[in-house]
């Protein structure tokens, strides 16, 4: 048999091999590093045996599914550890997670967080232990027995709950053993460094009627130097909440009479507006026209568009006039009404409509988090209808808007070309043409992807833009879908320039994705202190005492003249405090006025830039700040050390 490795080169074997031999062959320190395989890009267990040709990728911890193995080796080994020191816990589930894994389990005297500091301990002991991890199956017959001998009921729910011809596999490391379909790694020793994060509570199988179990959260790195990285980015992250900020900021607030629906406050909306009034400019210069479409739509349209029967509970649902309607999850089929308002002639193609669309979607309450991750939100969508050659143009315009928006606010991004899901509809033929279509504007542009199989929309494959935030988080924001299905269900047209029907082609996108969410990420990504032209107060003017309040009312009114947004602080304190309020109030300038200001005309400038940027006249101040926020330049903090003073 061949095997073909990543890097194009081959190895023959005349007899089976598993995937760790392969690595040995290979390189004794990639067997070490080794974690999981990928045979023909399907990710499989180290012990896999390949007897046949194929591709082959060793995944290392550098790898999303190398990481993936290890850490599901790790709640294993917290399996392990939990049921030497609480033997009568019994076990749920316990996956893999982004950045590390967690176990739900059900023990009678719940765990505390002062439980964690003793499991964690027994873990680095199981992986001194150095215990070797080998795979077996059961037949169905055994598994269940087995399990109802350990008391193990969850486990026993989920083997009567897989298909009756299901491999049931099992992993098994020193005394431990557990039902697992894989991957794992060779032995616990590569487990290095360790830690237990946080405890939750979570319904088995994900449903409120079950019984609540404890989940346990955890992480794991090779190396002890990158798990302190990552601690010290998660602190990080704590910081820049954008829960915390958008509290302290007002920018916006969440409460229990809408749950996963935000209150926008008023420097909150300035900073949505200010978003909102770059979105319209772009879109503008690149041949947009905007559009509004209805909140709420009869069934009949759901029906049409699919979205009745793959996405109803997802959607909020009522009755008038003993109709069945729907408040919209999505804004495409609304822009295809529009589309299919006057007759189109190719002429008038590509069709270019965007709209800031409030959409609705049921998120379960466990899922709802801040901005991120809520029931209502703007999407910042466009539908582009097009002829079958101006696909790939459209597409490449979109990419290049999308890229300008990210550079624009510092983020690095990368791109996945999701393909068909198993849960779609339309021809074999219609998803092949769509795939090739994103697949060729992604290489006319030159740039890098990578293939997400099967997760593409049920109506088309796309593009997904994966932003990289300042701390190093990820975030799925823009989006590029390619649709034969929609314009065919409505039965779109446009006369071609043969005078005959055609149909044609949509494209839907979004740059910022949902504008809440995308606000939430800027919070974080800036940490609230946000580039002087989205900044929601731009100036703060400080007079020194109440003696200079004339004064500062008047270099108030220049800089509102000049239309910066800009307040005063009137308050009978120390010059000091106000100078400390205004900084964590994250505003970009503050305007010190005194006597010395008020004769000579001008302001002492302090930044979030500079510091103390020293006296000023006002039409200089006023200018270069217009000129800053003209260009949306993104400026950096320059001297931190003078900026404290």
């Not at 798990?227 to 302290?248: F, N, P, Q, S, V």
């Not at 003249?561 to 503050?590: S, T």
Request: contains cysteine.
């Amino acid at each position: 048999m061949i095997i073909t490795l990543k890097d194009g080169s081959t190895k023959e074997y005349a007899q089976a091999k598993s995937v760790i031999e392969i690595a040995s062959d290979i390189s004794e320190g990639l067997a070490r590093a080794a974690c999981a395989g990928e045979v023909d890009g399907e990710t499989v267990d180290l012990r896999t045996i390949v007897d046949r040709d194929c591709t082959l990728n060793i995944l290392t911890f550098d790898s999303e599914g190398g990481a993936g193995a290890f850490h599901h080796t790790t709640s294993h080994i917290m399996a392990q550890a939990i049921k030497r020191l609480y033997p009568d816990t019994k076990l749920a589930i316990g996956p893999s997670i982004a950045e590390g894994f967690y176990y739900d389990v059900d023990r009678d005297t719940p765990f505390v967080a002062e439980d964690l500091e003793k499991i964690e301990a027994e873990m680095k002991k199981i992986v001194k232990e150095n215990l070797a991890i080998t795979r077996f199956t059961k037949s169905r017959e055994d598994a269940i027995s087995y399990f109802k001998k350990q008391n193990e009921p969850y486990k026993v729910q989920l083997i009567e709950d897989l298909p009756e011809n299901a491999e049931i596999s099992f992993y098994k490391q020193g005394e431990f053993v557990d039902l697992c379909a894989g991957p794992h790694l060779m032995t616990t020793k590569p487990v290095k460094a360790i830690k237990l994060t946080s405890l939750a509570g979570a319904y088995w199988r994900g449903s409120e009627k079950n019984k609540m179990l404890t989940r346990i959260y955890g992480t794991s790195f090779t190396k002890k130097a990158d798990l302190e990285a990552y601690l010290t980015r998660i602190e990080e992250a704590k910081k820049r909440d954008h829960r915390k900020l958008g509290r302290e900021l007002g920018l916006f607030m969440m409460r229990e009479e809408g749950p996963g629906f935000p209150f926008f406050l008023p420097k909150g909306m300035i900073l949505k507006n200010t978003l909102l009034d770059y979105w319209r400019e772009i879109h503008n210069k690149a041949g947009y026209v905007e559009i509004s479409t209805p909140i709420m739509l009869s069934r009949h349209l759901w029906e049409t568009s699919g979205h009745w029967d793959h996405y109803k509970e997802n959607m909020y649902t009522t009755v008038i006039d003993e109709t069945d309607f729907a408040i919209k999850p999505m804004n495409c089929p609304g822009g295809i009404l529009v589309y299919q308002s006057e007759p189109r002639s190719y002429r008038d193609l590509p069709l270019r409509m965007g709209e800031l669309g409030l959409v609705h979607r049921h998120e379960k309450s466990g899922q709802l988090h801040g901005l991120m991750r809520v029931r209502c939100f703007t999407q910042d969508d466009a539908h582009i209808f097009m002829t079958p050659e101006q696909i790939r143009g459209e597409i490449k315009g979109v990419a290049k808007l999308i890229d300008e928006v990210y550079q624009l606010f510092g983020f690095k991004y990368h791109v996945e070309l999701s393909t068909r899901p198993e849960d779609s509809m339309g021809s074999d033929e219609d998803w092949e043409m769509a795939t090739d279509a994103l697949r060729g504007a992604l290489d006319d542009l030159g740039l890098d992807y990578v293939v997400n199989e099967g997760d593409g929309a049920f109506y088309g494959p796309k593009i997904d833009f994966h932003l990289e935030d300042s701390i190093g988080r990820t975030w799925q924001c823009g989006t590029i879908q390619l649709d034969f299905q929609l314009p065919l269900r409505f039965n779109c047209e446009y006369i071609g320039a043969d005078g005959e029907k055609h149909r044609p082609i949509m494209i839907h996108r979004v740059a910022f994705g949902s504008i809440e969410r995308f606000i939430g990420i800027l919070i974080e990504h800036f940490a609230g202190a946000f580039p002087t032209w989205l900044a929601p107060v731009q100036v703060k003017v400080l007079p020194i005492s109440e003696k200079y309040q004339e004064y500062g009312e008047k270099v108030l009114k220049a800089l509102k003249d000049a239309g910066i947004r800009a307040e005063i602080d009137l308050k009978a304190e120390k010059i000091g405090y106000k100078i400390r309020e205004a900084r964590l109030q994250k505003i970009p300038y503050m305007l010190v006025v005194g006597a010395k200001e008020e004769e000579e005309g001008k302001v002492s400038v302090r930044s979030r830039f500079l510091g103390d940027e020293g006296a000023k006249e006002l039409d200089a101040f006023i200018c270069a700040v217009k000129e800053e926020i003209a260009a949306r330049e993104n400026r950096r903090a320059e001297v931190t050390a003078d900026a404290k003073k």
